[in-house]
């Protein structure tokens, strides 16, 4: 069973770039449509390579969760959902429902993952998750 009426969603990806390394944060790439403060997030979801393999824009999912925390700044620069563990972001792991979140505007590219653990992990992986939102009036 969903627990969501979609209004509009999008896939966005925190690129692992670089030498991985613990405690270093990856932001959310630019999409520009997204990157206005002209939406409010109201869901999210988060995968591996196991829900799915290759993103849309052709880059490699990350094959675990564990070692991945998420943060998410709105448009005030506030944290509002600190080093949340990845896995706890994914549906399968949440008896399929997406986690809903108090609506708010984000700054996107303000959003970040961070490494607790390398492990399983390669460079240039990346963390999809799906951005569940409406725009701003």
């Not at 708010?104 to 240039?124: E, F, K």
Request: proline share 4%; charged share 15%.
């Amino acid at each position: 069973m969903n627990n969501l009426i979609i209004k509009r969603s999008q896939i966005v990806e925190f690129k692992l770039s670089g030498t991985l390394t613990v405690g270093k944060r990856y932001y959310a790439t630019d999409i520009p449509n997204l990157s206005r403060n002209n939406i409010v997030v109201y869901g999210i979801e988060l995968f591996t390579s196991t829900q799915l393999a290759v993103t849309p824009t052709g880059n490699t999912s990350v094959p675990v969760s564990t070692g991945i925390v998420v943060t998410f700044r709105d448009n005030f620069k506030q944290e509002f959902m600190y080093q949340i563990p990845a896995f706890t972001l994914i549906r399968a792991n949440n008896a399929g429902l997406i986690v809903l979140l108090k609506p708010r505007i984000i700054n996107l590219t303000d959003c970040y993952v961070t490494l607790t653990s390398t492990s399983g992990l390669t460079a240039d992986q990346t963390v999809p998750c799906n951005l569940y939102y409406d725009l701003i009036d």
